[in-house]
């Protein structure tokens, strides 16, 4: 099992729960930058430790370079939040989550479509192969 996906197991019913809450004071339709301060805001009240806007790290054969891969919410260095606002998530949003987890070895995201009447509808979670099997080879 990944080490940290306990932790980002719990820290994502936290984030989910601060998404709602947002959701339920600003309703959908505005744009992605509100929910995203509203989102940190939130966190930030309950204890959680965020960052947002971080740019990624990327490792090709031993060189190391950074990409303007925006990532919209890391939480506790556990779990990336991607906040969308959209009609639907595509699968390429969720293979961009992906590659986003897979980059910085998180074990967990969540897309959150802002978009949604009732929020709970628009979450996806994505798990990173393996990440949460006991005999998994993550370390």
């Known amino acids: 099992m990944h080490p940290k ?9 936290i984030a989910i729960g601060a998404a709602i809450e947002v959701h339920k004071l600003k309703g959908p339709g ?9 989102v940190l805001r939130e966190l930030g009240l309950q204890g959680i430790t965020a960052s947002q806007q971080l740019r990624v790290p990327i490792e090709y054969k031993g060189f190391v370079f950074e990409e303007p891969l925006r990532i919209d919410i890391l ?19 969720k293979a961009q989550l992906l590659s986003y987890m897979k980059l910085l ?25 393996g990440a949460d099997r006991p005999d998994s080879d993550n370390k």
Do not use: W
């Open 5 to 13: 996906f306990h932790r980002a197991d719990e820290l994502s019913h």
């Open 30 to 38: 505005l744009i992605e930058s509100i929910y995203e301060k509203c």
């Open 75 to 93: 939480v506790e260095q556990h779990l990336i939040l991607e906040l969308k606002v959209l009609e639907k998530v595509l699968p390429i949003h």
């Open 105 to 129: 070895d998180i074990p967990l995201g969540l897309i959150i479509n802002f978009h949604s009447l009732r929020l709970t509808d628009g979450v996806s979670r994505m798990i990173l192969q």
